[in-house]
């Protein structure tokens, strides 16, 4: 039997001004009910992942910071936060940090039978950029994956799946602003990770399932988003189960639900065809080389997650 963890989840809060696809004003009434889902599903910890604010100058910005960290602490569950993007325009991460009480830096939590590693990648958003990790994040990621010893709950504000945006309000036309310039060399690290290995992420604001080299990765709707509920706010929230399965259900207006294998043997997934001696096996060259086949024509594959 593998010990159950209860992970109560929220993000991209986004308190601040209604925006055309945003109900910022929403965001505390909606926290109330966050709280309520807190106190009775009783989680052994809150995971928010960031975007608490929708910034628009650094007065504002710090007094709604205040009032969601103030919310935030008032919940019946200890929490652990990351910085979004929003966060940081106005507010350097160490003040995000102080306003909640908490460290806003990588980070590794023991809870029962899984460790939770809260990688706060840099999440400052530069036009014409996208994202770019700092100085030393991936190498933190690479070393903290190969040193696992039990499966691990990976939690970020910027997915790392790489998925496709296709009818994303945001990020259809900019795919860039929803993933890491290094995403191959994330996808690399995650690859080699020892052990189960499960992902989740905001700042997509829609809920999604994406399979990535056996390795699931879950995004979840953000609290105040209507692009897929308008006019109402999405008011989503979520609790994931994660015991020898993963159990991932949303509430609210946007609902979404899933069920994965967890704990267990590592799934891996063969790598994906390069060359058209891949096709051939391991002698395949030498096979072509000397006519012995015919050259074999590549069809593109289609991965999980890629529609």
């Not at 159950?4 to 696809?21: E, N, Q, S």
Request: charged share 20%.
């Amino acid at each position: 039997m593998h010990p159950t963890t209860r992970i109560a989840l929220i993000t991209d809060i986004h308190h601040g001004p209604d925006l055309p696809t945003k109900r910022g004003s929403a965001a505390l009434p909606l926290l109330e009910r966050f709280a309520a889902f807190v106190r009775a599903s009783a989680p052994d910890l809150v995971l928010e992942l960031g975007d608490r604010i929708s910034d628009e100058a650094p007065d504002l910005d710090r007094r709604r910071m205040a009032e969601v960290a103030d919310a935030l602490r008032a919940l019946a569950s200890p929490v652990a936060s990351l910085c979004g993007n929003h966060d940081l325009v106005y507010l350097p991460a160490e003040e995000n940090g102080a306003l909640l009480g908490q460290p806003m830096r990588h980070r590794i939590l023991d809870l029962p039978g899984l460790l939770l590693i809260v990688w706060q990648a840099d999440a400052r958003l530069a036009p014409n950029r996208g994202f770019a990790l700092a100085e030393g994040d991936l190498a933190w990621l690479e070393a903290t994956l190969a040193a696992a010893d039990r499966p691990v709950l990976l939690a970020t504000h910027v997915p790392l799946s790489g998925q496709a945006q296709t009818g994303n309000y945001y990020f259809e036309r900019q795919p860039e602003l929803a993933r890491y310039d290094e995403q191959p060399a994330i996808r690399s690290a995650l690859a080699r990770c020892p052990v189960p290995l499960l992902c989740v992420a905001g700042h997509v604001h829609w809920n999604s399932l994406t399979l990535v080299d056996g390795i699931a990765h879950l995004t979840l709707q953000s609290l105040t988003e209507t692009f897929t509920t308008a006019p109402a706010p999405a008011g989503a929230f979520a609790l994931l189960e994660l015991g020898g399965e993963a159990s991932f259900r949303v509430e609210g207006n946007d609902p979404f639900a899933c069920t994965l294998p967890f704990a267990g043997p590592r799934r891996r997934w063969l790598p994906p065809l390069g060359s058209t001696t891949d096709a051939l096996g391991p002698d395949g060259a030498a096979r072509v080389a000397s006519g012995a086949v015919a050259a074999v024509q590549q069809v593109p594959a289609i991965a999980p997650g890629s529609s």
